[in-house]
């Protein structure tokens, strides 16, 4: 018969095992890490583009595991880029 002091060392090793697989699965299923908002301060300074007219002038970007993206819009319509 195992003694207590087996019993928790067991039981604490096995709640850090199924802890640190759930954690892989989210890490490697997220695709989004860190997502944050770009500005295209050339296309602001050129139109002298104020606060309701930012939106045309705003991107996104995004990094995940494996790969990123990043969407520019400089007032000529969104472009779209891959981050590898």
């Known amino acids: ?6 019993r928790i060392v067991f039981s604490v090793g096995s709640v850090l095992s199924l802890g640190s697989v759930a954690l892989l699965v989210v890490a490697l299923s997220t695709e989004r890490w860190i997502t944050g908002t770009l500005l295209c301060q050339t296309g602001v300074d050129l139109v002298n583009a104020s606060s309701p007219e930012l939106s045309q002038f705003t991107g996104d970007i995004y990094y995940g595991l494996f790969q990123g993206g990043k969407t520019r819009k400089c007032g000529l319509g969104s472009r779209r880029y891959k981050i590898y």
Do not use: G, H, L
């Not at 018969?1 to 087996?6: G, S």
């Open 1 to 6: 018969m195992p003694t207590v002091w087996k």
